[in-house]
């Protein structure tokens, strides 16, 4: 028997019906209609799924829709604001750190989070927290890369924000 799901998603609210057993992957995608959360092993090994419950990184083939009743989900598609992608996005984007875009955004939702607790990670550091994110194409290099040139964009949105007293932007919503 289906049941109801009330979650929060990229700041909006959604009641759905979901079936006991259907993964919480499949419901932001079919369900849902958020179809930038990738789906690859379905054995939480590869980290295509990856996205912030509550906060923090989960993959998401590893939990029932169900489980996420009266929580709060940010996927990749919540990332840019007004219409500009998010630093992380953009520095992927910048320095050519995708090729099929499979792992993409995972790798994204993870280096995000890594910058929100993390904002300025050593190499070390940022392989780490990439670790359970898989990509078959790019031999990490590039990811690394841009995760360090997005940490730099981060501090620089931030000095400028602190020196015009503006709201600091680019963040997000686990900021
Ligand atoms: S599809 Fe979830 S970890 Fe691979
Ligand atoms: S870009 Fe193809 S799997 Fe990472």
């Known amino acids: 028997m289906k049941q109801t799901v009330r979650v929060k998603i990229n700041g909006r609210l959604y009641e759905e019906e979901a079936e006991p057993r ?3 992957s499949y419901f932001l ?3 849902v209609g958020l179809t930038g959360t990738h789906i690859g092993c379905v054995i939480g090994e590869c980290g295509a799924c990856t996205i912030l ?3 923090k990184p989960v993959k998401s083939c590893l939990l029932f829709a169900v489980q996420v009743d009266g929580k709060e989900i940010l996927t990749v598609e919540g990332l840019a604001q007004n219409g500009n992608l998010h630093p992380v996005q953009e520095a992927f984007v910048q320095g050519y750190a995708l090729q099929c875009g499979y792992c993409t955004p995972g790798m994204i939702l993870s280096s995000f989070y890594l910058l929100s607790h993390n904002p300025d ?7 780490k927290a990439l670790a359970g994110n898989l ?14 040139a ?3 964009n981060l501090s620089g949105l931030q000095q400028s924000a602190i020196s015009q007293r503006k709201p600091i932007v680019g963040l997000g919503a686990d900021s």
Request: net charge negative.
């Open 22 to 24: 259907q993964l919480l």
């Open 29 to 31: 995608r079919e369900t």
């Open 53 to 55: 419950l509550d906060g």
């Open 121 to 127: 990670p050593s190499e070390e550091e940022i392989r």
């Open 135 to 148: 990509c078959m194409c790019t031999g990490y290099v590039q990811i690394v890369e841009a995760v360090k």
């Open 150 to 152: 997005a940490a730099k």
